[in-house]
């Protein structure tokens, strides 16, 4: 039986672990807007390790399978991903961009308010001597907090009774049981 090019398939994989940019590059809309450019298909495999040490050959750390029936189009996804791991995003101004003076809010003007959204999720675990609560949700020097921010945008912080975060009120621990205290920005356009 003779094997013919198009029966073919060019695989490549790009490991993303560790790369700032791999939420973007696990979406979906990212994947399919890679294959429409390049027509090499791509998913995720593996599972995300804020320590790659914790990795097994079963679960390895994430990365990106890049399939395609050319090898110009494997490389030209491998290009795209390559540009899109290197891509820095500069954020949005936070603050309502300021008036030039004299101009007032009419009808059809824009303005962005800034909501702070807060919450609080208690851990159900009072401070123990034997068991470090605290060092198992934060993770080793902070990695599953980093994780958390990273991917979501919130500000997590530890508090409460055996948290070791000292409010700035009152010099000490808050009297609260352990929560993981979650602050989110919330920036809406708003048409008056």
């Given amino acids: 039986m003779a094997i013919k090019d198009s029966d073919l398939e060019f695989t490549h994989d790009i490991t993303i672990n560790d790369c700032k940019n791999r939420y973007l590059l696990t979406k979906g ?11 090499a298909d791509v998913t995720t495999r593996g599972k ?13 750390p994430l ?10 189009a494997l490389n030209a996804a491998i ?14 101004p936070s603050t309502p961009t300021p008036r030039p003076p004299g101009q007032h809010l009419g009808v059809g003007t824009n303005f962005s308010i800034r909501q702070f959204v807060q919450d609080k ?27 958390i921010q990273q991917e979501t ?4 912080q530890l508090k409460g009774r055996g ?6 009120t ?7 049981p352990l929560h993981i205290h979650i602050t989110y920005v919330l920036d809406r356009l708003v048409r008056y």
């Fill in 79 to 92: 290009n795209k991903i390559g540009e899109l791991m290197e891509q820095t995003f500069t954020p949005a």
């Fill in 29 to 39: 809309a990212t994947q399919q807007q890679i294959q429409k450019e390049t027509g």
């Fill in 153 to 156: 945008g919130a500000k997590v």
């Fill in 63 to 72: 990365y990106l399978h890049v399939t395609a029936s050319t090898k110009e």
């Fill in 121 to 147: 999720v208690f851990v159900g675990i009072e401070p123990d001597r034997t068991f470090n609560a605290r060092a198992k949700i934060v993770g080793p020097q902070g990695a599953y907090v980093k994780h």
């Fill in 163 to 168: 948290s070791g975060y000292v409010e700035p």
């Fill in 170 to 176: 009152s010099g000490t621990e808050a009297f609260e």
């Fill in 48 to 60: 995300y390790y804020p320590d790659k040490l914790l990795a097994t050959e079963k679960d390895p």
